[in-house]
């Protein structure tokens, strides 16, 4: 360990004076209230039911990665979700609202997706065999999953226009399911009802009227459904793309009780045939954009629906499965770490990532199973195991918008848990970290000054905020940089602190062991790279009480 602490310390410091743009900068991290609270179980992902054939930009990314058709029984599967125990998984995807569950009172034959030109997505219908249900409730129950399951809400329905959809659902058949579910002893924590219709659609839109009439209808069978049940699902819905007016008028229509988490849908990159989709990962004008979705949708819960929370129940960066040779590669990791800090500031509970595995977004590599940089940087190894749910405000004086900061309480442990992001290709940053304290200049707060106490153990303890209130305990803070393989952007492998993080002989997720570097010296963030830093005894008295989250 001190070998490689030093030989870090020694090759961070030389890429830094090779370069003369270094900025120097202090960040402030207020440990004295929280601003937000993410659930327990933040991290998600999701499958999907997009077949083999499914094609963008003339490349078929999905594989054999679909709901109907993934093998259960590779190894690093379960591994890869067993890491994250326990992880929300999100079983949904465009073509939800056109698959039949082949159980009870179903008159159609239980036939696969197939191309079918005017379908859809250009899909026919498609079907969900029991067995097939069975399979994959056995599977999560052995690893430990939390499901989300998206229901069909077009059953039933008529195309009035060609987005348009029209008529009363059709609960039968999801009826149908729900019930063998309960029959079966499986626990389904939430049931998602439709995909991506809110607003205007994609692909079909329902207005927020008669959405909410057969939300009212679907609480009505879940109270039905599970009355001697001692679990109680959560109803979620609308899992679209957050539309004001449509999305308040929901939460008007429903009322009081009926849906008790609101999912929507971000894709804030465009297209993954994007040219310039690594210009757009990397831009914090663009990244920043997003945080107008996430602030709106808080006002909408705020005004209409106080007994609701916010999800983000899909998110993949770019749509249309991806970019290329983007999406599953180092750089990827910028707007998704960026946006998991920005959705927790606005007390997003859940956030799922599109997707565990299929396209060009996923986690796993589709044909190996691999782990993707995303799964390591962000879910697995280092988001889930070090952020806790408890958000601080975390800010930095620092000029460039380049430099993005965010703070926990750390998880499971004492103290708090940083995240710097350097979008800059030329800029090291050289950072120290205080908390913010307020003091008493003619009725002003000096975010930059240490407030002095009478007593010398105090004056330190403000001036070396991470000391805490243990400091002759603490005197080193655990770092973990993230950089890619030959400084190549579009690499899929990632360096931890210089080493590269791939799978065991034995197929095992990899340990991530942190560099110590000391609670006084600086914080050296590289260009291009992404740090956890995390100081064992800040003082920080919001995260009193949190240890165990």
Known sequence: MGFHLALFIFLASLRMTSSQDVEHGLVLVDGVQAIAETDDNFICATIDWWPHDKCDYNYCPWGYSSVVNLDLSHPFLAKTIQALKPLRIRVGGSLQDQVLYEIGSLKSPCHPFEKMKGGLFGFSKGCLQMKRWDELNHFFDETGAIVIFGLNALHGRHQISHTVWGGDWDSSNAYDLINYTISKGYKIDSWEFGNELSGKGIGASVGAAQYGKDLIKLKEILHALYKNSKFK??????????????????????????????????????????????????????????????????????????????WVGEAGG???????????????????????????????????????????????????FIPNPDYYRQVALLWHQLMGKTVLAATSDVFSPSLRTYAHCSKGRDGITLLLINLSNQTHFTLTVHDRVPVSNGGNENAKSIHIENSFF???????????????????????H????????????????????????????????PVLNNVHSPIYLEPLSIAFIVFPNFDAPACAGHRKL
């Open 482 to 513: 993230l950089t890619p393989k030959d400084d190549y952007l579009r690499s899929q492998t990632m360096l931890l602190n210089g080493i590269p993080l791939e799978l065991t002989n034995d197929g095992e997720i990899p340990t991530l062991d």
């Open 318 to 368: 770019a749509f249309n499965s991806g970019g290329r040779y983007v999406s599953n590669t180092f750089v990827n990791s910028f707007w998704y770490l960026d946006q998991l800090g920005i959705a927790s500031r606005y007390n997003t509970k859940v956030y799922c990532r599109q997707t565990l595995i299929g396209g060009n977004y996923g986690l796993l590599n589709t044909t190996t």
């Open 458 to 480: 105090s004056h330190l303890k403000r001036a070396f905020s991470w000391v805490g209130t243990k400091g002759s305990d603490v005197t080193f803070r655990e770092e973990y």
């Open 233 to 310: 699902p959560s109803l979620v819905a609308p899992g679209g793309f957050y539309n004001k007016e449509w999305f308040d008028k929901l939460l008007q229509v429903t009322g009081p009780g009926i849906v008790n988490v609101l999912t929507h849908h971000v894709y804030n990159l465009g297209p993954g045939s994007d040219e310039h989709l690594e210009r757009k990962i990397l831009d914090p004008e663009r990244l920043s954009k997003v945080e107008s979705i996430f602030s709106n949708l808080s006002e909408t819960i705020q005004k209409y629906g106080p007994w609701s929370s916010a």
